[in-house]
């Protein structure tokens, strides 16, 4: 049993093959496929955490498409001085499938 823990878009997702991830949007290559930096790597009873050891690791991941997440209400109110304010935000989204740890 081989899986990473790799840096997703600010956050930390432990993948394997085949595993969809979705994570802040990114750019993906000409291949439609990214490059995903470990940060822990177990391979059977091995763990790998050093820096050095774990440069060498390459998780691919092919892109499967660019979504929105859901709407987010910011809503500011003051008592009193009739000040409110409402505003929204949707996170862009990539929707990724990992395709390889080496």
Known sequence: ?????????????KVEVGTIVTMDR?????????????????????ITSDQKSLAKVMVTAEVLGDLRGPKIVIQKFKNKTGYKKRQGHRQELTRVKVTGIK
């Open 1 to 13: 049993m081989v899986y990473a823990v790799v840096r997703a878009g600010g956050r930390q997702e």
């Open 26 to 46: 990114v750019k993906a290559d000409k291949d439609g496929n990214v490059q995903l930096p470990a940060v822990l790597l177990v391979d059977g009873d091995t």
